[in-house]
């Protein structure tokens, strides 16, 4: 079962001057920030609490990933949205069964949560990742 909205996921260019801006949006301050790099996934991310879920902030590592190939194409902006399952094998077989299946196998994605991508374009054009608590 899905149980909530995770995170809201967008891809800057800059971390550091993103959490500024996202900080005082909220209102709050940069050191509320968590900040951790996903080496696998290219990517340095900022997470940013709010009431029950989060805003994931993705700067690219390197010009090899996701992130990296985004800004490239598209600029910055909404990149993807996370939602929280407790069982991410039988949710991925549940949509296997109507004809959504994930990109790749399950990986381990920031917070060390084990995580899996859908291809946008089964999901009329905007990324979904599923992810799940360890
Ligand atoms: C921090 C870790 C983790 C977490 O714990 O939360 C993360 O969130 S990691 C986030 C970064 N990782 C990923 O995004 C992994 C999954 N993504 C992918 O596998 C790929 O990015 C992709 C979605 C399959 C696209 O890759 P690729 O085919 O190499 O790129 P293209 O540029 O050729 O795009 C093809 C096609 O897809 C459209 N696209 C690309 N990204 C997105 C997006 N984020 N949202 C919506 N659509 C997207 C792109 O526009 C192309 O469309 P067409 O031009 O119509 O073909
Ligand atoms: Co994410």
Sequence with gaps: ???????????????????????????????????????????????????????????????????????????EGLHHIALETEDLEEETRRTAGEGIIPISEPSTGANNKKVVFFNPKDTNRVLIEFVQKL
């Design 1 to 75: 079962m899905i149980k909530s909205i995770d995170h809201i996921a967008i891809a800057v260019s800059d971390l550091d001057k993103a959490v500024e801006r996202y900080t005082a949006l909220i209102g709050t301050t940069p050191d509320a920030a968590r900040i951790e790099e996903v080496p696998s996934e290219h990517v340095r991310v900022a997470f940013l609490s709010i009431g029950g879920t989060k805003i994931e902030l993705l700067e690219p590592l390197n010009s090899d990933g996701p992130i990296a190939r985004f800004l490239e194409k598209k600029g």
